[in-house]
């Protein structure tokens, strides 16, 4: 019989049978090392310090650049996740397969959402009082406005709730015998939450190309 | 941070301690009933961004600062209250509490930090720069107290 290795994210290997869905990790070890990629925090900060001397240097390129990158990403990323990672692909997981994933696809996560969303809030609002945006007679004033709760809400689904049960996860995955019970309350959690900022995505895409293509002034 | 109105098993049976203690098997991990304190922090991070939104709608235009005073108030009363529930449990996984509270207080400073330095570069001073910090710190220290408690309530006592 041959084996397959499974790399447990940031270090060593768990080895399993072949053909054996990978179960809670228990004698081959836990199935994540580090909840945090250490490597990727160097990309995050060269990538923070760049949005910073835009912000710093007032350039509106820059600005625009890291607003729509950043936020596109981020919208992207939360429309994918949430309407097709999440309902799509995990809940049709078996509980191995779906931890297996989460050790894998998590870590990543934990660094890429909260630096395109700080990128994308920092940059935007520079950007929004540079051009004047913020200045705007009313009815545009309003899709601004709504913009700002549109995120306000999703920062707290997505901080309140989701986060956490990320990282509850992480940390699940990180015990000898993570509890398949805690992990699928937190996985449902997380595909839940998921869903609600992906539809609300939509909301952002439809406030987003309405003030972009609104006259200011 | 551990209190003495004894949310702890050495209580007599009936006692509301019973339900805040953990012994640190996996059902009982699950099961446990703990103080509102994730409800308490999120309600906290709600008023921070209702607050954040009155203040990023009316900016830079003059505005009444009462509405983002009363809500960063009672946000900060909040967060102390959930400092106050998590001091009043026993048997808890204070090491894995702490240790992500410190590593997220340390990534949410950088990014309280990005908005703060926006708001003094867009020239904010006073007054309104004074709330902004407050909402800004409260949103530096809520968020870490939500995923350390998240996360340390299903960790077996340490």
Known sequence: MTETSITTIGGGTAPRPDGAAPTAAGPHGPLLDRIVPTKGLIVVAVVLAADVTCIAGNWQWGLDFFHVVSGGMWTALDLFIGLIIGPMVLARLSMPARMEFAARFMPKMMLIMPTLVIMTLASGWQLARKIGALNVSYPQHWWLTASFIVVAVMMVIAIGILAPANLG????????????????????????????????????????????????? | MIGTTGYTADTAAGNRGDRYHATGTE????????????????????????GGVYMAAHMPRPVSLAPVVGTTVAGWVLFVSCEGMLASIKGFAWKTFFRIFLWAVLAYAVIGGMLEYIFILDHVRGTVLVILTATLVLFAVDIPLLMAFSVARYQPNE
């Open chain 1, 169 to 217: 996860i992480l940390f699940e995955l990180r015990k000898p015998k993570p509890s398949g019970e805690l992990i699928g309350k937190l996985m449902r959690r997380f595909i839940y939450t998921a869903g609600i900022t992906g539809l609300m995505q939509v909301a952002t895409l439809v406030i987003m190309t309405r003030i972009a293509t609104s006259k200011w002034g």
């Open chain 2, 27 to 50: 059902s009982e991990l699950l099961e446990r009933r703990l103080p509102p304190i994730a409800l308490a922090a999120v309600a906290a991070l709600v008023l921070v961004a209702i």
